[in-house]
């Protein structure tokens, strides 16, 4: 009977908790630290460098923003966390981070207007000119302050937004008040917009977000859409909910994507968006419960998101780990975990900044391959680990086959190694065998002349297709592939197998004699 070539390529389709049978052929069962390739495959993460000199504070930092005082050269702010409801503020000038603030109360939410910096912490609201010590608003009251009932509220709010030329604190109490124009502390006797809760005593507000000239109220269980252009006579304010199916408690996963707003939900991420056929905002679990099992694991204590590059980033911390997922927005494909735990993020210019623990400030760079240990600040593996789906090895369920050669395309680079750990598995039982190669090696010796470059410089070659000889009888085939090398990188482009069909055999097992009810 002839050979025949089995092709497997591309799994560029990310992670997938489905089972073998439902998922797609380009999905991956694992997929740590393994991000879709150039064009095709999949490949190793990109690693992170050091961008900042290390903070004293040897606290993890959890907030860290540009901000550009009046009047002053733009600074790098970072607050450290010290325990659950205290944080320490640090400034970056000077080529060192110098003290603000030590103590200070948990930092719910910011903004920066007029070159000054605000946040809230649940009892008053802060201010920071970059120069003098920090303070209350109060303090500085200035022109269009209105003291009132309703500012002990706002003092109180756990989240704010900016929508136009008004400012939108979302209290405790489950309102909204919004400001007079221009003004972030002055408010109007009407400014009050209650938010009814119809799903339990904990549906609290935790976050706003503006969209599509309205803005978005998340509630934990519920969202609201607040709508509408005259507030100071409240004749056009409207206030709709979303048929959603939950809303986040998160509020720091909230961002805006392409015409649409990504959250992090009690099951999954979520996608609101505004179709051009529509005049609703609808939501899509865009996750797919990918990381369903994650989050059933344990609660995260804190939730991170930040968009950049095309790839929405979020990371769950919780008691001793922190783990990263990846969603590639144009793809629409969801990747991770990796392994660089990052407590917060910052979009700074053309990179992606991460605050870690120690007081430790890294960025990630698609020029390394490494990752940083925030313990030591010493490189550390970018441990690559790939686990595809269980293939049929001739193309139909339960046909058994001997599978002759097993084939992986790998991308072959100038001035570099690409060596890989590989484990071929088939059937899936327990019992069943599997055969592990140690440290393949995807130098060629058909490409030796990479020791003729002089200067380091990163290019690749043509793809290198290593060949190796199983010689097995198995129906169904599984790939899983590692690597712990520190500064290699690694592109797979795909697998195949050679195999041979055998011919289906009937047996008796499980079939009784039945005795004829009729006599002929």
Not at 58 to 75: N, R
Request: aromatic share 14%.
């Amino acid at each position: 009977m002839a050979k025949m070539l089995r092709v497997f390529k591309d799994f560029r389709g990310g992670l997938s908790e489905m089972a073998n049978d439902n998922m797609p052929d380009n999905g991956l069962v694992l997929a740590k630290n393994t991000v879709p390739g150039d064009y095709a495959g999949i490949s190793r993460s990109n690693g992170s460098v050091i961008a900042y000199p290390q903070i004293s504070d040897i606290h993890p930092v959890v907030l860290l923003f540009e901000f550009q005082p009046a009047s002053q050269e733009a600074m790098v702010i970072a607050f450290t966390q010290v325990d659950e409801n205290s944080m320490n503020m640090y400034k970056f000038t000077g080529g060192n981070w110098d003290s603000v603030l030590l103590g200070t109360k948990k930092v719910l939410d910011y903004f920066v207007y007029a070159g000054v910096l605000y946040w809230l912490n649940g009892e008053k609201i802060k201010r920071y000119d970059g120069v003098n010590t920090p303070g209350d608003l109060s303090e500085y009251s200035g022109e269009g302050y209105s003291p009132s009932g309703l500012w002990s509220l706002v003092e109180k709010a756990v989240a704010v937004e900016q929508r136009g030329q008004r400012w939108f604190y979302a209290t405790k109490d489950n309102q909204v008040i919004f400001t007079n124009v221009s003004y972030p502390n002055a408010l109007a006797g009407t400014s009050a917009i209650d938010i009814r809760v119809t799903d339990g005593a904990d549906d609290k507000i935790n976050a706003l977000h503006e969209f599509n000239e309205g803005l978005l109220v998340f509630l934990t269980r519920s969202v609201y859409y607040l709508s509408g252009w005259d507030f100071s006579g409240g004749t056009d304010i409207k206030l709709t909910r979303l048929n959603v199916t939950c809303g986040t408690k998160w509020p720091k996963t909230v961002k805006t994507v392409e015409n649409a707003v990504i959250y992090l939900g009690i099951d999954g991420l979520y996608q609101l968006s505004l179709p051009y056929y529509a005049t609703q905002i609808v939501s899509k679990n865009i996750s797919e419960k990918k990381i369903s099992k994650r989050l059933n694991e344990d609660t995260p204590k804190e939730c991170y998101g930040e968009v950049f590059g095309g790839i929405y980033y979020l990371g769950l911390r919780f008691d001793d780990v922190i783990k990263e997922f990846r969603y590639y927005i144009n793809e629409k494909s969801f990747w991770g975990e990796f392994t660089q735990q990052p407590y917060c993020y910052y979009r700074g210019g053309d990179a992606l900044y991460l605050g870690c623990a120690n007081g430790f400030v890294l960025k990630y760079d698609d020029n390394s391959f490494q990752y940083v240990d925030p313990a030591s600040g010493l490189p550390m593996p970018i441990v690559f680990t790939a686990q595809t789906k269980g293939f049929d090895v001739a193309g139909a369920m339960f046909m058994d086959a001997k599978l002759k050669r097993a084939f992986v395309a790998v991308k072959q680079y100038q001035e570099q190694s690409t060596t890989l750990k590989l484990q071929i598995k088939a059937d899936y039982a327990d019992a069943a065998w599997d055969w592990t190669v140690n440290e393949v090696s995807f130098d060629d010796s058909l490409v030796w002349q990479e020791g003729n470059y002089d200067k380091a410089y990163w290019g690749w070659l043509d793809a290198v297709t290593k060949e190796i000889s199983v010689n097995k009888k198995a129906k169904r085939i599984q790939y899983l592939f590692y690597d712990d090398h520190t500064g290699q990188p690694a592109t797979i482009y795909g697998v195949g197998v050679l195999y041979k069909k055998k011919k289906v055999k009937g047996n008796r097992e499980g079939i009784t004699d039945v005795t004829p009810m009729y006599d002929d």
